[in-house]
């Protein structure tokens, strides 16, 4: 691999940052704005949708690279809010909760899935070729392979 300067590395890494907060926070504010939702509930949605409806809560928090109580609270407040989550016990270890996807979750996530496809052809697909799109998944799937595991987040939803 050819030898990188500090200043290449940091002029990468303040370039991804920034791109990715940029871009965050319009999907975020936009989501909020047209679907009364933040990213992280719609990313919820989104994993218990992929999962078949249910997920035991250690493994979606694990899926959200988020701690445990992160995806506890998360849940909790999809389950009061809106009634998109439900938490339930599992009948073959009481110790573990199951959050499951509503029928309404699943409609909140159809329709967030409308603005989160349109701010992101706006604010990034559109401004990269197909070459360009292809790329970037290369690259930033290799990062985060070579990175799984070593980050949890724990902030307040």
Known sequence: MASKSSGDQLTAWRALYR????????????????????YFEREVLSELDQAGGRLRMAPLAERLMISRSGATRLVGKLEEKNGWVVRTASPEDRRATWAELTPAGKDALAKAALVVDAVVAAFFADHLDAAELRKSAKLLNILADANEGTAIVDCDF
């Open 19 to 38: 791109a990715d907060t940029l871009l965050f926070a319009q999907l975020d504010n936009t989501l909020r704005a047209n679907t009364d939702m933040s």
